[in-house]
C-alpha cells in the first residue's frame, strides 16, 4: 500500500508549492486534496492549493509528474445533507469529478455527507438523512460505473461516521460495485465509531485511507463531533487503534492511503515509519 500526504503542506500556497514540499519528503503519491467547480479567485491567485473540476485534467496530472507525485484519489467532499443548490458542493461537482478522475486514470473519488449546518438539514429524521444521501448520489454512481470508477464515502458526518448509517446508504442504492468506503481512522473515532470495527466491516469494500490518530484531549469531543480536518500528531501517538486498523487491512488489496496529518516534516516521516513498523 503507498502512502501518500495531503497537499495542504505550506499555508496559503498554490498546488505546485505543495508537490515540490511533497517531493522533498520523498512522498511518491497524494490526493488532489482541494477541487472546485469553476474558477477560484484564491486559486488563480496562488494562495490556495485547490484543483477546477474545469481545468484540463491532463495538464493537472502532468504538473503532479513534474515533481514526481502520483494523483492517487480526487477530493470530492460534498455537503449530502443540505438542500440541492448550484452554491452548494455537490452531486454537480461529483459527476464533474467523476469524469476529470477518469480521464488522467484516476480511480477514486472521495466524498461524504458532512455535519448538518442549514435548519432544513438539522431537522431531517435519520431515515431522511439516509435517503438524501442515497438520492444525490444515485446518478454519480451510475456513472462512476460507465466511467470505471469508485465513489468512496468517506466517514465526516452523521451517517458516514455510522457503521449502520454506511450499511443503509449501500443497501438503499443497491450495493453498486461502484460505491466503496474510504476510512478515515480518525473522524470515524471522533464521531463515535470503531475504526477497527469499521475496517472489519467494510474490508471488502474499502479501497483507500486517510491516516489520522487524535490526542487524549479529543476524547470528551468524541461522538458530538464529524470530522476534524487533520491531525497535528504523529501516528502511533494518539489514543486511536491504528495498529489495529493495519492488521485488519494489511493484507487488503488497497493501492493508496494518505496521511491527513499537519505539522514538521519529521511528525509526517515519522507516522510513515510507524506504518511500516505496523506492516503497512
Not at 23 to 37: H, K, P, S
Not at 188 to 204: M, S, T
Not at 211 to 232: H, I, M, N, Q, V
Not at 255 to 269: M, P, Y
Request: aromatic share 8%.
Amino acid at each position: 500500500m503507498k502512502i501518500g500526504v495531503f497537499l495542504l503542506i505550506e499555508p496559503f500556497a498554490s498546488v505546485e508549492v505543495q508537490l515540490q514540499r511533497a517531493q522533498q519528503m520523498g512522498f511518491t503519491c497524494a490526493d488532489i486534496t482541494d477541487t472546485n467547480a469553476g474558477g477560484s479567485m484564491l486559486g488563480t491567485a496562488g494562495f490556495s492549493p485547490t484543483v477546477s473540476l474545469d481545468d484540463n485534467p491532463f495538464a493537472v496530472r502532468r504538473t503532479f509528474e513534474k515533481y514526481g507525485i502520483e494523483p492517487t484519489a480526487v477530493c470530492a467532499h460534498a455537503a449530502l445533507l443540505e438542500p440541492s443548490s448550484p452554491g452548494t458542493y455537490g452531486t454537480a461537482e461529483i459527476m464533474k469529478a467523476i469524469q476529470f478522475a477518469a480521464a488522467i486514470g484516476i480511480q477514486d473519488v472521495v466524498t461524504t455527507d458532512t455535519d448538518p449546518r442549514s435548519p432544513w438539514a438539522r431537522s431531517l429524521s435519520h431515515q431522511e438523512q439516509v435517503f438524501v444521501i442515497a438520492e444525490k448520489l444515485c446518478m454519480p454512481v451510475q456513472m462512476a460505473e460507465d466511467y470505471g470508477v469508485r465513489i468512496l464515502l468517506e466517514p465526516h458526518g452523521p451517517i458516514t461516521d455510522s457503521i449502520a448509517g454506511v450499511q443503509e446508504v449501500f443497501e438503499r442504492l443497491g450495493h453498486p460495485a461502484s460505491l466503496g468506503v474510504n476510512l478515515d481512522t480518525g473522524n470515524a473515532w471522533l464521531g463515535g465509531a470503531d475504526p477497527v470495527e469499521f475496517a472489519r466491516v467494510f474490508k471488502d469494500k474499502i479501497h483507500h485511507i486517510h491516516w489520522k490518530d487524535l490526542a487524549a484531549e479529543w476524547e470528551p469531543k468524541r461522538g458530538t463531533l464529524y470530522g476534524c480536518g487533520f491531525s497535528t500528531i504523529a501516528l502511533g501517538d494518539g489514543v486511536i487503534d491504528i495498529k489495529g486498523v493495519c492488521d485488519v487491512l494489511k493484507d487488503c488489496p488497497i493501492a493508496s492511503s494518505t496521511l491527513e496529518i499537519v505539522g514538521d516534516e519529521q511528525i509526517l516521516k515519522r507516522s510513515v515509519d510507524y506504518l511500516h513498523q505496523c506492516g503497512i
